[in-house]
């Protein structure tokens, strides 16, 4: 019955990437505390590098200067 | 002054439909704690069914089933 | 598959009251967008009231002056 | 190490304005907490106006009446 | 530079456990997406199984009825 | 009608520090996208130490090595 939130960069994951994680994670679930995979769910935001920031500035910035 | 987060696989719910929403929830927290309608915020996620996973597969993948 | 999370500051819903937001959430989606209420996951996350902000002031504040 | 998630509705925020937001909230936590910018993550979501309810309605149907 | 948000009921996780799912989940966005470790936040939720709900119901409701 | 939800460890915050953040997040909001304070909603969450990882291991384990 575990709830996963994936926030990543939209930087071009596949649906095969996005797929293996979130089989990865419910199996991760299932092995560490035996959680039921059927209703384990997973759901994976991709964030513009515009609005997401670390260290004080945006990705964008960031990629920007090779970061 | 409750804040609610709807997160639902995009598959063409209207505008009408997600006013539904925003209207049901809004006066269940009414009728059930007495809350506020005025201050109680309603944020609604629509996410690609590809970023979306249950049983450690994707809903798209379930669809081509389908599931 | 609907997530919903509603967040209520902490003052004092009981068991009977929570249930009654799990169970009206899942009927609203059920009816709304034909969600299946078998896979319909509610979290409910009580915070308390000097960690909810509104109008830049906590809920602690306001509930002293009466608001 | 601290997370911050700014939800607003998408109505042409500039990419300026939020590296305004992100530069401001990890300074905001530096000064009142002491927490290290350089693993602050701040993650902003740009919500339709359809998708955004308070008042028990959408803020598309507020800003059609003005609001 | 990724966010995960992992909820579970709170029924007795250890710290082992929960650094576990920390170290795997960390390790998953390594190995699929190329993903830094050292900048990679985990944040776990353990809710009362009172304010957890699935088919409609609390989670109390369903250990007591042995599901 | 923003919403922000700030998350830091559960390391002694005092009800002002937390007051300060409201207030600061609040104005932050208003100065830069011209937001209206009397609708800001502002959630922080205060989060075990066991229960926050980062570099794929505890913040308690991390703070028992000095860092």
Redesign the interface.
Same mark, same amino acid.
């Given at each position: 019955?575990?709830?996963?939130?994936? *926030? =990543?960069?939209r930087e071009g994951?596949s649906?095969e990437? *996005?797929?293996? &994680?979130?089989? !990865?994670? /419910?199996?991760?679930?299932r092995k /560490? &505390?035996n959680?039921n995979?059927?209703?384990?769910?997973?759901?994976?935001?991709?964030?513009d590098t515009?609005?997401? !920031? =670390? !260290? !004080?500035?945006?990705?964008?910035?960031r990629r920007a200067r090779g970061q």
């Open positions: 019955m575990p709830y996963v939130n994936i *926030k =990543i960069t994951a649906a990437q *996005k797929a293996e &994680l979130i089989a !990865g994670v /419910t199996e991760l679930l /560490t &505390l959680k995979p059927a209703t384990t769910v997973v759901v994976i935001d991709e964030v515009d609005n997401w !920031g =670390i !260290g !004080g500035e945006s990705v964008t910035v």
